[in-house]
Nanobody, 115 residues
Framework: QVQLVESGGGLVEAGGSLRLSCAAS????????MNWYRQDPEKQRELVAA???????RYADSVEGRFTISRNKAWSAVYLQMNDLKPEDTSVYYC?????????WGQGTQVTVSS
């Protein structure tokens, strides 16, 4: 069935960069958007970045200008390039696919940014 596998999380210093990847397997039809969310234990889950049909993207105000979301042409992978990372970016990041048939989630990958 559908599975989203994330990779690329880790520990980086403030000001550093990290690139998250999410590979989708299984049959997913009617994809409307591919997204990255994050959730820290002390914060609510937040939509970080989204990419929809036609390549339209949007970002949370807190990451605008620092993060870039992209996908492959087959809609089977989504990426999040994170630059100028800040300690406040520390969180578990989740890959998400919105489709006409349902909402799919990855297992989450930890990103930790040290001061």
């Amino acid at each position: 069935q559908v599975q989203l596998v994330e990779s690329g999380g880790g520990l980086v210093e403030a000001g550093g960069s990290l690139r998250l990847s999410c590979a989708a397997s299984g049959t997913i039809s009617g994809i409307r958007a591919m997204n990255w969310y994050r959730q820290d234990p002390e914060k609510q889950r937040e939509l970080v970045a989204a990419i929809a049909g036609g390549g339209v993207t949007r970002y949370a105000d807190s990451v605008e200008g620092r993060f870039t979301i992209s996908r492959n042409k087959a809609w089977s992978a989504v990426y999040l390039q994170m630059n100028d990372l800040k300690p406040e970016d520390t969180s578990v990041y989740y890959c998400n696919i919105n489709s006409a048939r349902g909402n799919y989630w990855g297992q989450g990958t930890q990103v930790t940014v040290s001061s």
